[in-house]
């Protein structure tokens, strides 16, 4: 069965301090992101990453950076976190790019909160 | 951008077939409709997907129109473990991701 994981569902953590988000897929997906979902906004495209070591910005970027030093593992870092970077935290998979194959496959999620 | 548009909420009975209509009439000829579904506190689940002809599979039916301008995801027999938010996703070519809009909120009743 398809499996992707996230280390933390729920985390609590203060301004300014840095931030690791971790997923692990065991699919051997080449393709790997991460959306953030707010009410009323749907989800929302931060970073995604094709290969090991490769990386590119989605549609909200500023604020994050990501790691992908193993093709199973992306990780999500809030160098210094804010406020306004509370929210739900998904991280997908997909096997191929091809359009007519895009199945996403979704970690149940980190609920993040930044006091 | 979103493409598709579609219902905010819908209800409907246990045990009916619950259609869950969308939009899309500016889809492209190469361009998929693909469903997927969030169930509270979970992260979205691929449902099923399709470019012209209508597809089923063991979660549910999409039926796209012959001028591909809208579908209709069906729910053959709802329960309760359907209640989620609906989204369909026309996924543009050369687009990095699936663009999740807020969806339909499907609510089954007892």
């Known amino acids: 069965d398809v499996k992707v994981t996230q280390s933390s569902r729920y985390l609590v953590k203060r301004t300014g301090e840095k931030v690791f988000l971790e997923c692990v897929q065991d699919m051997d997906h080449e393709n790997m992101f991460w959306y953030r979902q707010d009410p009323g906004l749907g989800l929302r495209l931060i970073y995604f990453?094709?290969?090991?070591?490769?990386?590119e910005k989605g549609d909200i970027p500023e604020g994050y950076s990501v790691s992908r030093e193993k093709k199973e593992r992306f990780s999500l870092i809030l160098e210094s976190a804010s406020t306004n970077q509370t929210s739900m935290y998904l991280c997908?998979?997909?096997?191929?790019?091809?359009?007519?194959?895009?199945?996403?496959?979704f970690g149940p999620g980190t609920r993040l909160t930044v006091t | 951008d979103a493409k598709t548009t579609q219902p905010p909420s819908m209800d409907c009975a246990e045990g009916r077939a619950a259609n869950l209509p969308c939009n899309h009439s500016t889809i492209s000829g190469n361009e998929y409709v693909y469903w997927y579904r969030q169930i509270h506190s979970q992260g979205p689940q691929y449902i099923i997907h399709?470019?012209?002809n209508n597809e089923t599979n063991e979660m549910a039916s999409l039926i796209i129109t012959e001028d591909r301008k809208s579908s209709t995801l069906i729910l053959p027999h709802a329960t309760l473990r359907d209640t989620a938010v609906y989204y369909c996703i026309v996924f543009q070519t050369g687009a990095n991701n699936l663009f999740f809009g807020t969806g339909t909120r499907l609510t089954v009743i007892p």
């Open positions: 997908a998979s997909t096997r191929t790019r091809a359009v007519g194959l895009y199945e996403q496959y």
């Open positions: 990453s094709y290969d090991v070591k490769m990386k």
């Open positions: 399709g470019l012209k």
